[in-house]
């Protein structure tokens, strides 16, 4: 397995357009997390899924935010009417749901979307 | 809530140096404690971590010590190389959802 995967790399914008993000997770991960980094902060927590389930959204993650994991594998972040402050890196993690590594997270290697 | 300080950078250094970096947490409930790096252009990745008080995580040369009693997990290292350049993420997670709470990072540049 090569680790969690994230798709596009790098997504250029303008205000008001719609965008999606994906994320693959490491293959036997059930807890897929989504979170926000912007410059010269650390990430932010934006949502979670176990499995299929999505168990917490943030209060970051406005109306215009959305996240599925239809399969409990891939997951999708869709941001709608994109603002010039949607701008940062959105950054994929995941994990197991138990055993002694249940709170190690792994990190893709992030989407860098910018609103122009 | 949850929330994790750290020491703010950047921090240049030589060669074979001694490194600290200081991180302090506030926590409702009892956390787990992590270092993550992340070198240039690369992701996330985890460097230690420690669950409970007293434990020590270490990696690469790199130790931190859970200290509840001043709630502080600061990281170490006693000789720094040119290829531990990175930011440096102190971070905390609570049991029920495992969520991450991250610090702001610290840049860490060390000069041969």
């Known amino acids: 397995d090569t680790g969690v995967s994230q798709d596009p790399r790098h997504k250029i914008t303008k205000r008001g357009q719609n965008v999606t993000f994906r994320c693959d997770p490491i293959?036997?991960?059930?807890?897929l997390y989504w979170y926000r980094q912007t410059l010269g902060q650390g990430p932010e927590f934006l949502t979670y899924f176990q499995n299929e389930a999505q168990l917490e959204k943030s209060r970051l993650l406005s109306d215009r935010f959305s996240a599925e994991r239809p399969k409990g594998s891939f997951s999708t972040l869709e941001i709608q009417r994109t603002e010039q402050g949607d701008s940062a890196m959105y950054l994929c993690a995941s994990s197991l749901a138990g055993g002694l590594r249940v709170n190690e997270q792994f990190f893709g290697p992030g989407t860098r979307l910018t609103v122009l | 809530g949850n929330s994790v300080t750290q020491m703010e950078g950047p921090v240049t250094l030589s060669e074979e140096a001694f490194l600290t970096i200081n991180c302090t947490y506030t926590a409702t409930g009892y956390p787990s404690l992590f270092w993550y790096v992340q070198y240039p252009g690369e992701g996330l990745q985890l460097l230690l971590k420690?669950?409970?008080?007293?434990d020590k995580g270490s990696n690469k040369g790199f130790e931190a010590t859970y200290r509840k009693e001043t709630t502080s997990f600061h990281l170490e290292k006693g000789s720094v190389q040119v290829s531990d350049s990175a930011v440096y993420f102190c971070a905390l997670s609570i049991s029920n959802d495992y969520k991450l709470s991250f610090g702001a990072g610290t840049t860490v540049t060390v000069r041969a």
């Open positions: 293959s036997e991960h059930n807890r």
């Open positions: 420690a669950t409970k008080a007293d």
